[in-house]
C-alpha cells in the first residue's frame, strides 16, 4: 500500500486548466482516468488526509504509486480524451458499464451491390443502417417476416446468394414472393437498392407516406376493377400495420429521443436505454456496474452516455436525450453529443407530460434490472457459499455462519418506534421466520436503548424454550430467563411474510414444535446477529447478550453511510473489500430489516391516523359514519350536536343516535395539534383525528406525504 504524498505533485506542477489525468500502480498500469475543469483543484482533492477521503477513493490512492497529466484546451476535449482513455486502458477504479448479453439489431448492409436484411450484434461496421436493438433476435425476424412481403429484400447469406446465382435458381423465398431475387436477376441493382431504402424509411418512423401510398394504389386498382391486386396491396397494407403494432406510440409528436434512466444502491447501479424514434420505441438496452468509485447520479448518466454514444456520428446519436439527473457541468457533454450528431442537442430531465411518465417507465425497468441482477447473484450457490465463508474470515468466526439474524429499529421522530428481525438461511431468505416487535419498555427516541431491548426479548425466549424442553443445563439460566409467557401482538410475523412454516420437510428448524404441533417463534439460535448502525448498536446488542449469559453467538453491525462492518470490542471497524460477496450479502440482509422495519412501522402510522372516536360505536359501519362526517363537516361539530341535529342524517335512528351521543361524550377528545417551530396551538381543527404530522421544521406535512416530507423517519 503506498503512501500518497511519496507520489504527491510539487505545488506549482500541476497546470490550472482543463485536462485528463491517470492514476498508475507500481507496475505502471492505469487503475483510474478521470477529467478536470480545472486539474490543480481536481488533483489537490486526492492528497487529503487519508481520514477524510471517502474509502474508495482512499483505495484507490493508496494502490496508486503515480499521476500524471494532460492539459487540454476546453472541457469538450477533456470529455473525448477521457472516454478515449477508458476504452484504451479499461481502469479497474472508474465506473464500467457491462452487458450481460450482447444486444442484437436489425441490419441492412447499404455498403453491398446488393443490399442484405439480417441481424447483427457486436461492433457496428461503417455503411450499414442499424434498427434498434432488440430484446431478443426472435423479435426482429417476426418483424422481418411481416415487412418483407411488402419489401421483398435480400435476407440470404453470401454463400447462398452465390450459388443461387451459380445455378439460376433462387431460394424459397424468391418462389414464395419474399424475396426479389437479385440472384438470378428479376430485379436491377437500382432497383434493389431503392426497396432497401424504403425498408430503412419505414423502420426509420416514416410511415405514413407509404401507407398513403399503398393505399391509393390499391384504391385505384380496385377502380380499374383490378381485384387480385386490390387484394395483395390491402394484404401488404395490413402486414405493415401489424409490423407498426409491435412498437406501440408513446410519444404523440413523433419525437426522436433517447431516455436513460439509473437505479442504484451503495455498491451497484443498472442503466436502462429506451430508444424512440418517431415517437415509438424502437429499441431498449441495459447495463449494470459496479461503483468502485464514489459517484453521484450525474456522473453516472455521463459515464452512460459516453459508453452509449462514444462510437456513434450522425442520426445514431438523438436530437433530445432524457435524463433523471443532469451531467456536472451539463454544457461541456451537450457540446460533446452536439459534436458528435452534427446539429444541437438537447439533454435535460423531463418535467411533466408523456416524457416524464415514459421515463417513469424507463426507471422502473432500471429497477427491476438492478433488483433481477441481485437475484441472480444470491440465487447462485458458489457465490453464496463464498460469501458466508469471506464473512467468516472477515469476523474471525469458527464456521460460516448459516444462519443469520439481522435487527433495524424505525421510527418517525420518536413515534411508532418498532423494530424488525429477519432471518437468512445458506445466505437466503427465511421469511418464514421474519418478526417485528413495538418498543414497549420506554417512550421516545433512543436507538440503542431499542436495540438492547429487542435484543434481550428475542433471546430471553429463546433461552425459555430452552429451559422448557430441558436443553439448557448451564448453571444460572434460570435467573437469566425472566417473563417467558406467551408470545404477545408485538412479537408476532408479519401478514404474509414471518408466518410460521408448517412443513416438516422445510429444514431442521421446523423440527422446534411446540408440544400442539405449532412452530417455536424463537427456539433457533442464529451464528450471528447483524444489527443495523454502528459501535452503539453493536454494544447494545452485546450487552444484551451477556446479561442473559449467551456468549456462543457473534454480534456485528453494519453502519449505512461507509459500509462498514464494527465488532463489539475493536475500535476500528472491519472493511470489507468493495468487491467482496461477504459485504454484498451483509448489505442485502441490512436493506431487507430496513425494508421490513420501515413497513411495518408506517402501517401502525397510517393505522393511527385513520383512527377516529366514531370507531367505537357499536354497530356503526363506514357508510354511516361517513354520512356523519360528511354531513356534520367533523367530528368536533358531531360532538356538540344534539340527538335530534343527529337523527338528521339518513340511515340514523334516535337509538343509534343516542349510542352516538354517548360514546363520543365518553371519547376524550384529542389533545390540540401544536405548531413545534412556533409554539402555536391551533385548536380550531376541523377533526379529531389527526391528518397531518409536523417535518423537522414545523411545517405541517400530510399523512399520505412521499417520504422525504415525512420528517426524520428511518
Known amino acids: 500500500m503506498a503512501d500518497p504524498s511519496s507520489y504527491r505533485p510539487k505545488p506549482g506542477q500541476i497546470p490550472d486548466t482543463p485536462g485528463v489525468y491517470r492514476f498508475r500502480d507500481e507496475h505502471r498500469r492505469v487503475i483510474y482516468v478521470g477529467k478536470a475543469k480545472s486539474l490543480r483543484q481536481r488533483l489537490a482533492n486526492y492528497f487529503q488526509d487519508l481520514a477524510s477521503l471517502h474509502p474508495r477513493t482512499r483505495t484507490m490512492v493508496t494502490t496508486a504509486a503515480s499521476v500524471e497529466w494532460t492539459v487540454v484546451s476546453t472541457e469538450v476535449e477533456a470529455l473525448q480524451l477521457e472516454y478515449s482513455w477508458i476504452k484504451e486502458y479499461d481502469p479497474r477504479f472508474n465506473v464500467k458499464y457491462r452487458d450481460d448479453k450482447s444486444y442484437p439489431y436489425l441490419a441492412v448492409t447499404m455498403n453491398e451491390e446488393f443490399p442484405r436484411v439480417q441481424v447483427m450484434r457486436g461492433h457496428k461496421k461503417k455503411g450499414v443502417r442499424y434498427f434498434g436493438p432488440y430484446g431478443h ?25 452465390k450459388n443461387a446465382a451459380r445455378t439460376g435458381r433462387p431460394c424459397l423465398l424468391g418462389y414464395i414472393g419474399k424475396c426479389s431475387a437479385p440472384c438470378v436477376g428479376r430485379i436491377e441493382p437500382e432497383e434493389h437498392r431503392e426497396l432497401a431504402e424504403e425498408f430503412c424509411d419505414f423502420m426509420a418512423g416514416r410511415t405514413g407516406t407509404y401507407l398513403r401510398r399503398l393505399e391509393q394504389r390499391m384504391t385505384e386498382a380496385a377502380e380499374e376493377m383490378e381485384y387480385e391486386r386490390a387484394a395483395r396491396l390491402r394484404d401488404d397494407i395490413e402486414a405493415l400495420k401489424k409490423a407498426m403494432e409491435k ?45 468502485v468509485e464514489d459517484v453521484t447520479t450525474g456522473a453516472l448518466v455521463e459515464h452512460a452516455l459516453q459508453q452509449l454514444y462514444g462510437e456513434e456520428t450522425g442520426d445514431a446519436v438523438p436530437k433530445e436525450v432524457l ?33 416524464k411518465a415514459l421515463m417513469e417507465t424507463v426507471q422502473r425497468n432500471a429497477q427491476q434490472s ?10 447462485d450457490l458458489t457465490t453464496r457459499s463464498r460469501a458466508l465463508e469471506e464473512i467468516a474470515d472477515a469476523l474471525d468466526l469458527d464456521s460460516a455462519p448459516l444462519r443469520i439474524e439481522c435487527y433495524d429499529i ?32 420506554f417512550a421516545g427516541q433512543d436507538d440503542v436503548r431499542s436495540m438492547h431491548e429487542v435484543i434481550t426479548r428475542r433471546f430471553r425466549r429463546y433461552l425459555a424454550d430452552k429451559e422448557r424442553t430441558g436443553e439448557w443445563a448451564e448453571d444460572g439460566a434460570e435467573d437469566a430467563v425472566t417473563d417467558p409467557g406467551t408470545p404477545t401482538a408485538s412479537e408476532t410475523p408479519a401478514h404474509g411474510e414471518g408466518r410460521p412454516d408448517t412443513d416438516p420437510g422445510a429444514g431442521h428448524v421446523n423440527g422446534f414444535k411446540d408440544e400442539d404441533g405449532r412452530p417455536k417463534k424463537f427456539a433457533y439460535p442464529p451464528q450471528l446477529v447483524v444489527v443495523d ?15 442473559l449469559g449467551i456468549d456462543d453467538i457473534a454480534v456485528c453491525g453494519l453502519a449505512k453511510r461507509l459500509e462498514e462492518v464494527w465488532l463489539p470490542e475493536d475500535d476500528d471497524p472491519v472493511v470489507l473489500p468493495r468487491t467482496s460477496e461477504g459485504l454484498y450479502l451483509l448489505q442485502r440482509i441490512r436493506d431487507e430489516a430496513h425494508r421490513f422495519a420501515i413497513t411495518y412501522q408506517r402501517a401502525k402510522r397510517a393505522k393511527r391516523f385513520r383512527s377516529s372516536p366514531l370507531d367505537d360505536v357499536p354497530g356503526l359501519g363506514e357508510t354511516r359514519k361517513q354520512a356523519l362526517i360528511k354531513h356534520f363537516g367533523s367530528v368536533k361539530k358531531l360532538r356538540s350536536a344534539t340527538i335530534e341535529q343527529i337523527q338528521e342524517v339518513p340511515g340514523i335512528g334516535r337509538k343509534t343516535a343516542e349510542t352516538i351521543a354517548v360514546a363520543l361524550a365518553q371519547a376524550a377528545p384529542a389533545a390540540p395539534a401544536v405548531n413545534t417551530a412556533t409554539g402555536e396551538i391551533m385548536d380550531d381543527r376541523e377533526d379529531e383525528a389527526p391528518e397531518t404530522t409536523a417535518d423537522a421544521s414545523g411545517e405541517p406535512v400530510p399523512a399520505g406525504a412521499p417520504d422525504d416530507r415525512r420528517g426524520q423517519e428511518r
Open 533 to 547: 448502525g454502528g459501535r452503539p448498536q453493536v454494544a447494545a446488542a452485546k450487552r444484551a447478550l451477556d446479561e
Open 410 to 441: 424505525s421510527h418517525l421522530q420518536g413515534d411508532d418506534v418498532v423494530a424488525s428481525m429477519v432471518v437468512f438461511e445458506d445466505g437466503l431468505q427465511r421469511k418464514s421466520e421474519y418478526r417485528r416487535f413495538q418498543i414497549k419498555g
Open 247 to 291: 412498437n406501440a406510440v408513446v410519444l404523440a409528436d413523433a419525437t426522436d429521443a433517447d431516455l436513460v434512466a439509473v437505479a442504484e444502491d451503495e455498491l451497484e447501479a443498472a442503466v436502462q436505454i429506451f430508444h424512440v424514434r418517431g415517437g415509438r420505441v424502437r429499441g431498449q438496452r441495459g447495463w449494470v456496474t459496479d461503483k
Open 370 to 379: 438492478l433488483a433481477l441482477h441481485k437475484t441472480k447473484r444470491a440465487s
Open 323 to 355: 435524463v433523471p439527473a443532469l451531467p456536472e457541468p451539463v454544457e461541456p457533454v451537450q457540446e460533446w453529443l452536439t459534436d458528435r450528431r452534427g446539429s444541437n442537442v438537447s439533454l435535460r430531465i423531463p418535467q411533466r407530460g408523456d416524457k
Open 137 to 161: 433476435a426472435w423479435a426482429i425476424r417476426d418483424t422481418v417476416d411481416l415487412l418483407l412481403r411488402v419489401f421483398p429484400v435480400r435476407t440470404c447469406s453470401a454463400g447462398v446468394f
